[in-house]
T-cell receptor, first 114, second 113 residues
């Protein structure tokens, strides 16, 4: 079945440094890759997404890159701030209709050291 | 615009009891999902509904049933709760055309004793 692997499971970076989280997916038919941020006690929040026809997308301090050949995609956070501390999930979606599914990675706990 | 609303936020059940978790979205989305989240295991799909009137099993459907009541509402029922169903449950929805990312509710923390 479809699978999404996410690394690392925990990440600690100094405030102001960059953080990178990587995911690989198994289903070559996957065409949409969202990233979510989950703060303690809250539901996941969509922060950025990328489609399979795009190699990179950036939104202020957050960027996502996609390598379809290698079937992996990454989240890059630059100039990290304390409020970036959270659990981040990647996901991969297959299909073009509303009948498609989303498969999630296991999450990365990001901690920003002051 | 409330997004995705789940009720209740917290629930404690005794083993064997039944209950229904409610979910409603006001974004006119076609697809709705139920996930459970357990420590160290991320999010796992229980059931989803591609559109009103259809439901399909996800990764972990055993012990659950769902009903897509209308386009807005998607409920999850535990017929006979078990301690293994202690978890945080999230409802989510997504549109089908431009942006397919799922929007999540705040979650229901369920404890089965």
């Amino acid at each position: 079945g479809e699978n999404v692997e996410q690394h690392p499971s925990t990440l600690s970076v100094q405030e102001g440094d960059s953080a990178v989280i990587k995911c690989t997916y198994s289903d070559s038919a996957s065409n949409y890759f969202p990233w979510y941020k989950q703060e303690l006690g809250k539901g996941p929040q969509l922060i950025i997404d990328i489609r399979s026809n795009v190699g990179e997308k950036k939104d202020q301090r957050i960027a996502v890159t996609l390598n379809k050949t290698a079937k992996h995609f990454s989240l890059h956070i630059t100039e990290t701030q304390p409020e970036d501390s959270a659990v981040y999930f990647c996901a991969a979606r297959t299909g073009y209709s509303s009948a498609s599914k989303i498969i999630f990675g296991s999450g990365t706990r990001l901690s920003i050291r002051p | 615009n409330a997004g995705v609303t789940q009720t209740p936020k917290f629930q404690v059940l005794k083993t064997g009891q039944s209950m229904t978790l409610q979910c409603a979205q006001d974004m006119n989305h076609n697809s709705m999902y139920w996930y459970r989240q357990d420590p160290g295991m991320g999010l796992r799909l229980i059931y989803y509904s591609a559109s009103e009137g259809t439901t399909d099993k996800g990764e972990v459907p055993n012990g659950y049933n769902v009903s897509r009541l209308n386009k807005r509402e998607f409920s999850l029922r535990l017929e006979s709760a078990a301690p293994s169903q202690t978890s945080v449950y999230f409802c989510a929805s997504s549109e089908e055309v431009k942006r397919w990312g799922a929007f999540f509710g705040q979650g229901t923390r369920l404890t089965v004793v």
